[in-house]
């Protein structure tokens, strides 16, 4: 099992730069494949980015692709998403969440395919 905290959310103008932060609690880190999303006021929570256990193999939404970046430490037990070029459409509550990797699954694009979340952070863009 692991435990899951954001941070690093914030007001940020248009065309800045946030680094989310999700700290991993739990020894099987390692193993478990990380993703990001995102929800914002009176929408469906949506996929953002997604990373497979050796931090080799990632994945984008195509509105953040070239912009975000996703990475992990799994020495530290860290996540990240470095976000760039901020426009106010990024503006959401930010969620890291992990489950364990299988032989079918090595990264998951849908909530549905993690059983663990952190509690969000909010970030929110100005024009």
């Known amino acids: 099992q692991v435990q899951l905290v954001e941070s690093g959310g914030g007001l940020v103008q248009a065309g800045g730069s946030l680094r989310l932060s999700c700290a991993a609690s739990?020894?099987?880190?390692?193993?478990?494949?990380v993703g990001w999303f995102r929800q914002a006021p009176g929408k469906e929570r949506e996929f953002v980015a997604t990373i497979g256990w050796s931090g080799i193999r990632t994945s984008y939404a195509g509105s953040v692709k070239g912009r975000f970046t996703i990475s992990r430490d799994n020495a530290e037990k860290m996540a990240y998403l470095q976000m760039n070029s901020l426009k106010p459409e990024d503006t959401a509550v930010y969620y890291c969440?992990?489950?364990?990797?299988?032989?079918?699954?090595?990264?998951?694009?849908?909530?549905?395919?993690?059983?663990?979340w952190g509690q969000g952070t909010q970030v929110t863009v100005s024009s």
């Open positions: 739990g020894r099987t880190f390692s193993t478990y494949y």
């Open positions: 969440a992990a489950d364990q990797s299988t032989t079918t699954r090595i990264m998951g694009t849908r909530s549905t395919e993690y059983d663990y």
